[in-house]
Each structure stands twice: as C-alpha cells, then as structure tokens.
C-alpha cells in the first residue's frame, strides 16, 4: 500500500500561472481532503471531496481556487492566476468510506513557491 | 465553531526528560482525536487516534489521554530522544468522515 501519494512535491510558478496539484488517495480511501499550510501557521481544511462530489468547501477561497476528485485518476488542486500569498504548502489527506475510525492518512504535500 | 489550542507554542528539553504536550478545544462534541508529528518541510505523520469513547491510547513511549468534557488531551512522551525533535499537532473531528480542526502545533527540541 503505497499510502496517500501527493505530486509534485515542489512547485515554482510565476505570478498569473496556474498550479495544478495532483492527490491519490490510499488504496480503498473514496474520501480526500485538502489541508493549506501557510508559512508560520497551522493546517487549515479546504475542502473534502468524494469521487465525483464535493462534499464541504468552506475552506475554499471564493476566486481562483477550484478542486474535483473524478470517477477515474486523483484528486486535483487547482490554482488559477496564481499570487505570492498562495505560497504554502498543500497537503492531502484520506480516509475510508464512511468512517474515521482509522483516523487519516496524510500525503508528503506539494510546497508551492510562486515568484 | 471549534477552536484547538496547543500549549505551549515551543518546548526545549534535555535528553532523557519526560515530554509533556497539551491540547484543548473548545467543543466537546468530537467524534475522535488524532496526534500527529510533522518534522520540517515534510508531511504529517499519525501518532496515535483516540476514539471520543476511549481515555486514552498508547503505542511504545507515547501515551494519549483524552478528557472530552473538559476539551482536552495530553500527549506524553516518555524518556525524550534527540529524535523526537520534530512538531507536535494535535487535530479534532467532529464527526465520522469529517474534516479536522487542527491546533497551532508545538515545537519540540530535544538536547542531546
């Protein structure tokens, strides 16, 4: 079991690129999360996602941020025209169906730098 | 809305010293909590998961209490090793499934 699998691991984009950010969930997980860690600061929930379905956004910035987790391939973070305060790192998280009695699993993140 | 506060913010101590890490939160209506170590630009590791039924949870030198009516759990680390250097989070779920509240997080240092 390869665990929760983020890329890429690092990402430099300019100011005004986008940022595509890449999450596979553990084998059997069909729950995703998406953490933001600032600089200096702690995690905070984006957004959950099922396949097909997004389930709570309330973390999600209201403009350029956008997330889908398909019936097929992983989770993906998008970030349109993006700025120097998108900056973070990104994290996923995963967990069984209906359940957290396992707790969740985190993936290594994406650090985003934009310049 | 649930608040999760870690105390204190850093921590140094000399090898060999027992740690002890504190959390509180502010709702107590929490389905489970989890420990987490996270060392420096790498991801997070699960330490140990207490149900909201359970007191505590154990695995080798860690130890997790949990006292949800109050809103608070300690993680302690017993006999500290340099390798314990790392930051301590702890992280609250409402409900099965859920998303998790996540404190500020502290600092560990251990001397050799």
């Known amino acids: 079991n390869a665990g929760v699998m983020q890329n890429p691991r690092h990402l430099v984009r300019r100011r005004g690129q986008e940022a595509r950010l890449r999450c596979s969930p553990m084998?059997?997980?069909?729950?995703v999360y998406w953490y933001r860690q600032l600089p200096e600061e702690g995690l905070k929930f984006m957004v959950y996602l099922q396949k097909e379905n997004i389930i709570d956004e309330s973390g999600m910035p209201k403009e350029r941020f956008s997330a889908e987790f398909p019936k097929e391939g992983p989770s993906i973070l998008r970030i349109q025209q993006v700025v120097r305060g998108d900056s973070a790192a990104y994290f996923c998280?995963?967990?069984?169906?209906?359940?957290?009695?396992?707790?969740?699993?985190f993936g290594s993140g994406t650090r985003l730098t934009v310049v | 809305k649930q608040e999760v506060t870690q105390i204190p913010a850093a921590l140094s101590v000399p090898e060999g010293e027992n740690l002890v890490l504190n959390c509180s939160f502010t709702?107590?209506?929490?389905?489970?909590l989890q420990w987490f170590r996270q060392d420096p630009g790498k991801g997070l590791t699960s330490l140990l998961l207490i149900q909201s039924s359970q007191r505590e949870q154990t695995s080798g030198r860690l130890n997790a209490s949990l006292d949800k009516s109050s809103g608070r759990s300690t993680l302690y680390i017993a006999a500290s090793q340099p390798g314990d250097s790392a930051t301590y989070l702890c992280a609250v779920g409402k409900a099965a499934g859920n998303k998790l509240t996540f404190g500020g997080g502290t600092r560990v240092l251990v001397k050799p």
């Open positions: 998280a995963s967990s069984p169906q209906l359940s957290g009695d396992d707790g969740y699993t």
């Open positions: 084998k059997g997980h069909s729950h």
């Open positions: 709702d107590s209506a929490i389905y489970n």
